[in-house]
C-alpha cells in the first residue's frame, strides 16, 4: 500500500524555467510533510518541510503546496538551475506519535538542461 | 556532509549469510532511523532508536536487528541474508524526535549473491 506516491518517475526542464514536482498521499494522518533531494552515490539531503496548518512554505528558489482536502503537495522551483538534477522524494509523517517515521514517495528524477 | 557517517559504504556477500552495518549519528542526536531502498523504490522505514531505546518500529523483517548504543552509534544486522535483501541501507538522525529534521548517511551498498 503506497501511501505517499510521486506518479512522475522523470521530469526535463530547462535552465531558467520552473519545475514542478508533485505529490499524493492518501493518508489523512499525516500531518508533516518534507521533500529531499538526492544525488547519486550520496544520502538523501533535506530541502524544505510543510506542516498541515499552512499550506505553502518558501526558501528561496523552492516553494512547497499543500492542498489538503486534495491530499496533495507539490515543490516549485523557480528557476531551475543544471544543480538542481537529483532525485526528488516526497516525505510525510503523522507527527501526533510524537516520534517521526518518514513515509517516502518512489522519486522523481529532475534533469535540468542548460 | 551531513555528519552521519555509515560503514562499509559497500558489502557483497553470499545467502545465508549475516552482515553489520555500523551507523555513527551526527553529534548531539539522539535519534538514529534505519531506511531500506530497493531497486527503484522509495526509501522504506525499518526501525528508530532514541537515546538507547527502540521508539519506532517499521516493515522490519524478523531476520533483522538492530540496537542502539550508550555512545549513539547504531548497528543493524542482518542474517539469513537472501538475494532481495540486495539494497541500499540508509542510517539517519535527528535531535530527538517528532518534526526534527533528519539527517542521513551516505548509505551501505549491500549486495547479496
Known amino acids: 500500500d503506497q501511501q505517499v506516491k510521486q506518479n512522475s518517475p522523470s521530469l526535463s526542464v530547462q535552465e531558467g524555467r520552473i519545475s514542478i514536482l508533485n505529490c499524493d498521499y492518501t493518508?489523512?494522518?499525516?500531518?508533516?510533510f518534507l521533500w529531499y533531494k538526492k544525488y547519486p552515490a550520496e544520502g538523501p539531503t533535506f530541502l524544505i518541510s510543510?506542516?498541515?496548518?499552512?499550506d505553502k512554505n518558501e526558501d528561496g528558489r523552492f516553494t512547497v503546496f499543500l492542498n489538503k482536502s486534495a491530499k496533495h503537495l507539490s515543490l516549485h522551483i523557480v528557476p531551475s538551475q543544471p544543480g538542481d538534477s537529483a532525485v526528488y522524494f516526497c516525505?510525510?509523517?503523522?507527527?501526533?506519535?510524537?516520534?517521526?517515521?518518514?513515509?517516502f514517495g518512489t522519486g522523481t528524477r529532475l534533469l535540468v538542461s542548460p | 556532509d551531513s555528519g552521519v557517517t555509515q560503514t562499509p559504504k559497500h558489502l557483497i556477500t553470499a545467502t545465508g549469510q549475516r552482515v553489520t552495518l555500523r551507523c555513527s549519528p551526527r553529534?548531539?542526536?539522539?535519534?538514529v532511523y534505519w531506511y531500506q531502498q530497493s531497486l527503484d523504490q522509495g526509501l522504506q522505514f525499518l526501525i528508530q532508536?532514541?537515546?538507547?531505546?527502540?521508539?519506532a518500529k517499521g516493515n522490519i523483517l524478523e531476520r533483522f536487528s538492530a540496537q542502539q548504543f550508550p555512545d549513539l552509534h547504531s548497528e543493524l544486522n542482518l542474517s539469513s541474508l537472501e538475494l532481495g535483501d540486495s539494497a541500499l541501507y540508509f542510517c539517519?538522525?535527528?535531535?530527538?524526535?517528532?518534526?526534527?529534521?533528519?539527517?542521513f548517511g551516505p548509505g551501505t551498498r549491500l549486495t547479496v549473491l
Open positions: 553529534s548531539g542526536d539522539l535519534s
Open positions: 532508536y532514541y537515546n538507547g531505546e527502540e521508539r
Open positions: 493518508n489523512s494522518m499525516f500531518d508533516y
Open positions: 510543510i506542516s498541515s496548518i499552512k
Open positions: 516525505a510525510a509523517s503523522a507527527g501526533n506519535t510524537g516520534f517521526q517515521k518518514l513515509v
Open positions: 539517519a538522525s535527528s535531535l530527538q524526535g517528532s518534526t526534527d529534521t533528519q539527517y
